[in-house]
């Protein structure tokens, strides 16, 4: 049976009104691109990977291109994102399984996703719910973990288990949207610095 939270429908319709038409904030113009940025985005700013991705999709065109790519080179074009090296060997591994497992196409499900090196659930879901629509799970970050706590939507703080949550919570139109509209409300309005949550919108629904 599904749960319900009383003020989930209140919350989602304040979300709406704030962020009408969320996008992501990566840049990118390929499905390719997207991919990489998010692998970019782990434990660095999305304004940082967008200053570096900027240069890096010129120099990186095509999926041969990262699978033609020495490492130590693509390590330092994308050094400022922190954890670079991890990030090359992923980055690599993950352009030869689309090529050898996936026809060079960004796949289209979770389970394919989850296959390619680098790509987590939070990777997978944002990547699937940007390019086709898919609400096959909701990507958390931290942003996601901090106020879905500080509204009292789960008491975890485990990426897999808040996600859990919400999924039985939040209706699967709104998956999508859910998601992108929490992050730009923790960005735009009530960022993870302390301060006065008076003039927060959603302030009204947070557990004390």
Same mark, same amino acid.
Do not use: W
């Given at each position: 049976?599904? +749960?319900? =939270?009383? %003020?989930?429908?209140?919350? *989602?319709?304040?979300?709406?009104?704030?962020?009408?038409?969320?996008?992501?904030?990566?840049? @990118?113009?390929?499905? *390719?691109?997207?991919? &990489?940025?998010?692998?970019?985005?782990?434990?660095?700013?999305? +304004? !940082?990977? =967008?200053?570096? /991705?900027?240069?890096?999709? !010129?120099? #990186?065109?095509?999926? =041969?291109?990262?699978? =033609?790519? +020495?490492?130590?080179?693509?390590?330092?074009?994308?050094?400022?994102?922190?954890? @670079?090296?991890?990030?090359?060997? %992923?980055?690599?591994?993950?352009?030869?399984?689309?090529?050898?497992?996936?026809?060079?196409?960004?796949?289209?499900?979770?389970?394919?996703?989850?296959?390619?090196?680098?790509?987590?659930? !939070? /990777?997978? %879901? &944002? &990547?699937?719910?940007?390019? @086709?629509?898919?609400?096959?799970?909701?990507?958390?970050? /931290?942003?996601?973990?901090?106020?879905?706590?500080?509204?009292?939507?789960?008491?975890?703080?485990?990426?897999?288990?808040?996600?859990?949550?919400?999924?039985?919570? &939040?209706?699967?139109?709104?998956?999508?949207?859910?998601?992108?509209? *929490?992050?730009? #409300?923790?960005?735009? #309005?009530?960022?993870?610095?302390?301060?006065?949550?008076?003039?927060?919108?959603?302030?009204?629904? @947070?557990? !004390?």
């Amino acid at each position: 049976m599904k +749960k319900e =939270n009383v %003020n989930l429908p209140k919350i *989602l319709t304040v979300l709406t009104k704030l962020f009408p038409e969320p996008k992501c904030a990566l840049h @990118y113009a390929k499905p *390719l691109e997207l991919l &990489v940025a998010v692998i970019l985005s782990a434990q660095c700013t999305d +304004k !940082k990977v =967008n200053e570096v /991705t900027k240069e890096l999709f !010129k120099k #990186y065109k095509t999926l =041969n291109d990262y699978i =033609n790519a +020495k490492p130590d080179e693509l390590e330092k074009d994308i050094y400022s994102t922190g954890f @670079y090296k991890a990030k090359a060997k %992923n980055i690599l591994a993950a352009a030869q399984t689309i090529k050898k497992d996936f026809g060079g196409k960004i796949p289209k499900t979770m389970m394919e996703m989850i296959t390619i090196p680098g790509v987590g659930r !939070k /990777t997978a %879901n &944002v &990547v699937l719910g940007e390019l @086709y629509g898919t609400s096959e799970g909701i990507a958390v970050d /931290t942003h996601v973990i901090r106020l879905s706590r500080l509204l009292g939507l789960t008491k975890y703080r485990e990426a897999h288990k808040i996600e859990r949550d919400l999924m039985v919570i &939040v209706p699967k139109k709104d998956c999508v949207r859910f998601s992108h509209t *929490l992050i730009l #409300y923790g960005r735009e #309005y009530c960022s993870a610095r302390k301060h006065s949550h008076a003039n927060c919108p959603l302030g009204k629904f @947070y557990v !004390k």
